[in-house]
Nanobody, 126 residues
Framework: QVQLVESGGGLVQSGGSLRLSCAASGRTFSSFARGWFRQAPGKEREFVAAINWSGGNTYYADSVKSRFTISRDNAKNTVYLQMNSLKPEDTAVYYC???????????????????WGQGTQVTVSS
């Protein structure tokens, strides 16, 4: 059974940091792109960051660029999202995903991802 399990969410003050992890089990995702998305109450799920299979290319939403960093450890089948300088508008449920994606333009598209985690709540207080 394939599973993606997020961890590391929580409550943090504005300006603080959190590190999310997403551990995969049931199969290896070393050849898959990995992504992070988020969904705030009443809003659509939106792209946050993605990383290609090797970790050599990363992609970010403009709203998080220079504050968030995505990375991966293929030996651990895990992807990370380091979030710094957090703002109240970053409050959302964060989801990790995996997909067989080879073109940069598709990295931010939710329908390109085949596997999803259950999500972890991130709350940033002002």
């Amino acid at each position: 059974q394939v599973q993606l399990v997020e961890s590391g969410g929580g409550l943090v003050q504005s300006g603080g940091s959190l590190r999310l992890s997403c551990a995969a089990s049931g199969r290896t995702f070393s050849s898959f792109a990995r992504g992070w998305f988020r969904q705030a109450p009443g809003k659509e799920r939106e792209f946050v960051a993605a990383i290609n299979w090797s970790g050599g290319n990363t992609y970010y939403a403009d709203s998080v660029k220079s504050r968030f960093t995505i990375s991966r450890d293929n030996a651990k089948n895990t992807v990370y999202l380091q979030m710094n300088s957090l703002k109240p508008e970053d409050t959302a449920v964060y989801y990790c995903a995996a997909g067989w994606i080879t073109i940069p333009q598709a990295m931010g598209v939710t329908t390109q991802y085949d596997f999803w985690g259950q999500g972890t709540q991130v709350t940033v207080s002002s």
